[in-house]
Structure formats: C-alpha cells, structure tokens
C-alpha cells in the first residue's frame, strides 16, 4: 500500500472517532431529558401562579378603586345640591334683609371708554 491511502485511510477513522466522541460528550440519556422537563414544567408552573396572584391582586385594587369613585361621586352629587341651594334667589333675598342691606331698585348702565360700568340712581 502507499502511503497516500494508509494516510487517507487514517484521516477517515480518525474523523469517525472524533465524531462518535463528540456526540457521545452530549449525548443525554433519558433520566437527563426528564430533569430538563421537570424544572421547564415547575419555572412555567411558578411563572403561571406569579401571573394569578397578580391579576387577582390587580382586580382587588380595581374594586376598592371603583368603591372609591361611587363614594367621590355621591359627595360631588351632595355638594352640587348645597351649591344650588345656596345659590338659589329666595336666600339670596333673605341674606340681603338679614345682613340689613339696601336693595337695588334701578340699575343703569353707561358706556364708558367701550366698558360698562353700572351706577345706582
């Protein structure tokens, strides 16, 4: 034989070593496969459970939030009532007589430099 074939010969079988060595590093055998699964199965299985306990977090806060715009809602409908009771012209009139105020009779109103101005008579 020359030594050209034996030299070929020889680059394949080390190839083939090299190759059988190689897979056989990584190669994972099924108890390996199974631990991968496991802890992929408990990461998703405790990301799942974060997600729950954040939503139903979050829709306590929604609640109590809404509870607390009907409670807003209630005192704006309450203090609206009062600002037009107080606003209303049969106290209006009442505070003028209490307060001993003069009442207006006739109002005139000049035109002064394009403003109005108003003076009693």
Do not use: H, P
Not at 3 to 12: C, G, M, R
Not at 43 to 62: D, H, M, P, R
């Amino acid at each position: 034989m020359s030594k050209f074939v034996i030299s070929t010969k020889l680059k394949k079988l080390k190839e083939q070593y090299y190759k059988k060595n190689l897979f056989a590093k990584y190669q994972i055998n099924s108890r390996n496969w199974l631990l991968v699964l496991m802890g992929m199965i408990l990461v998703c299985g405790f990301f799942y459970l974060w997600q729950i306990n954040s939503l139903a977090t979050k829709g306590y806060e929604i609640k109590g939030l809404e509870e607390q715009v009907a409670e807003l809602r209630q005192i704006n409908k309450k203090i609206d009532l009062e600002i037009t009771e107080l606003r209303s012209t049969n106290r209006l009139n009442n505070a003028v007589k209490e307060l001993g105020l003069v009442e207006v009779v006739r109002v005139e109103y000049l035109k002064a430099n394009g403003t109005s101005v108003a003076i009693n008579r």
